[in-house]
């Protein structure tokens, strides 16, 4: 289930992994002019973001494994429904969804990183209704 405490909400719904309820980044991620943009502190239960300059650097790592799920995904799914591709046409479409993504897996990769670190704290999270 998907809920407030778990992992899985903080990440997914890119929400403060300490209360859950604060934005974690300034702006949607598709907002191309602050896009992946993280705030400096939640505006929830003030929780700072970061806990060293170039915290989110790590997330690059992340970053990868997300883009090659994603492309296992789009390779798995073209299995699946039997699509008669070729190669250069499957590798067109996993690029295609990719570079669609690309927003979305920088945004849930930061996120992801930030919750490696930080823990739900269901006392803060009731606090701050």
């Known amino acids: 289930m998907i809920g407030k405490g778990s992992k899985l909400y903080s990440i997914l719904f890119l929400k403060c992994p300490r209360c859950h309820q604060g934005a974690f ?6 907002d191309l002019g602050q896009m992946n943009k993280v705030r400096e502190t939640c505006p929830k239960c ?14 690059m790592y992340v970053s990868y ?3 090659v799920a994603v492309g296992v995904a789009v390779y798995m799914l073209i ?12 590798f067109g479409s996993i690029v295609g969804v990719l570079v669609l993504l690309m927003p979305w897996i920088g945004a849930v990769s930061k996120s992801i990183w930030a919750n490696f670190f930080f823990k739900y704290d269901r006392e803060i999270a009731n606090q701050v209704k």
């Open 25 to 30: 980044l300034e702006s949607h991620p598709y």
């Open 46 to 59: 003030a929780l700072k973001y970061r806990i060293e300059p170039s915290f989110y650097y790590g997330s």
């Open 65 to 67: 494994a997300v883009g």
């Open 79 to 90: 299995l699946i429904f039997g699509l008669d591709l070729g190669v250069g046409a499957i």
